[in-house]
């Protein structure tokens, strides 16, 4: 398909990790799980800052010490994208 489109345009696409942090519970978990996802190549981490919003019955309250944990893993490499 490329050849009938012309031939490569880039040698290299920017990708996102997505789901990077299943199963973390804690922010030093978190940035284990973002030191790790860095490592295989992902130049920025992409995740859900509220995931119980959408299963909660009374308010959340966000924490972000999971962010700032996880922000920092990404020192040196990896960007944090925003909204």
């Known amino acids: 398909m490329v050849s009938l489109l012309g031939g490569p345009c880039r040698e290299r696409i920017r990708v996102y990790a997505n789901g990077w942090y299943s199963g973390a519970k804690t922010p030093d978990a978190y940035a284990a ?35 700032r944990r996880s922000r920092g893993a990404g020192r040196g490499g990896a960007e944090s994208p925003t909204c």
């Not at 490592?39 to 019955?57: E, I, M, Q, S, Y």
Request: charged share 25%; proline share 11%.
């Open 33 to 67: 799980k973002a030191k790790e996802t860095v490592a295989r190549g992902f130049g920025a981490l992409k995740f859900d800052p509220f995931p119980a919003v959408a299963h909660a019955t009374s308010p959340v309250r966000p924490s972000s010490r999971w962010w």
